[in-house]
T-cell receptor, first 110, second 116 residues
Framework: RKEVEQDPGPFNVPEGATVAFNCTYSNSASQSFFWYRQDCRKEPKLLMSVYSSGNEDGRFTAQLNRASQYISLLIRDSKLSDSATYLCVARKAAGNKLTFGGGTRVLVKP | GAVVSQHPSRVICKSGTSVKIECRSLDFQATTMFWYRQFPKQSLMLMATSNEGSKATYEQGVEKDKFLINHASLTLSTLTVTSAHPEDSSFYIC????????????FGPGTRLTVL
């Protein structure tokens, strides 16, 4: 079983719609969580950290459920430029290595 | 923001040759650099953690004699794929962690290696 698992998608989303997807992690020692965005053939870029109380950054909202060991990302008012692969990332302790999920592909269409 | 560069961005080589990839932190000092590999439609897999001035720590299943890592300065780490074979063809990405402040990792743009 992979340590961080994601639905690979693709999620086909009409422009302006809302899309949400989850990520599950198996290692209960994971302490920090992040969402990265990766465009085709490019490096991943940090989208947002995920805090225990949930956090929002513009149209993006991240939630963490430690009891069920999952993280979610919600994108509101989807833009064409939101089309990308979203990588869920877990880290066990500060300074420790990042463990990436396989990514969820999102395609926003006009 | 912090910038990490990689060189070359793309390389095509014959089977059996060695390829060196450079990872540089351009505007900050990085005590730790990480090397990842990503096969098509798969996630990033950490290969090794490189600390300046010491030997790299390799992940399970990664051959240290095949993937040579050198981190000679606070701004440069190199990965050498020795005797490359077609199955080594992949997207190699490095990341660097700043010396102080945020614990965020900054990723390089990646190097696409194709071994014929």
């Amino acid at each position: 079983r992979k340590e961080v698992e994601q639905d690979p998608g693709p999620f086909n989303v009409p422009e302006g719609a809302t899309v949400a997807f989850n990520c599950t992690y198996s290692n209960s020692a994971s302490q920090s969580f992040f969402w990265y965005r990766q465009d085709c053939r490019k490096e991943p870029k940090l989208l947002m950290s995920v805090y225990s109380s949930g956090n929002e950054d513009g149209r993006f909202t991240a939630q963490l459920n430690r009891a069920s060991q999952y993280i979610s990302l919600l994108i509101r008012d989807s833009k064409l430029s939101d089309s990308a692969t979203y990588l869920c990332v877990a880290r066990k302790a500060a300074g420790n290595k990042l463990t990436f999920g396989g990514g969820t592909r999102v395609l926003v269409k006009p | 923001g912090a910038v990490v560069s990689q060189h070359p961005s793309r390389v095509i080589c014959k089977s059996g040759t060695s390829v060196k990839i450079e990872c540089r932190s351009l505007d900050f000092q990085a005590t730790t650099m990480f090397w990842y590999r990503q096969f098509p439609k798969q996630s990033l897999m950490l290969m090794a953690t490189s600390n300046e001035g010491s030997k790299a720590t390799y992940e399970q299943g990664v051959e240290k004699d095949k993937f040579l890592i050198n981190h000679a300065s606070l701004t440069l780490s190199t990965l050498t794929v020795t005797s490359a074979h077609p199955e080594d063809s992949s997207f190699y990405i490095c990341s660097a962690r700043t010396l102080a402040g945020s614990d965020e990792q900054f990723f390089g743009p990646g190097t696409r290696l194709t071994v014929l």
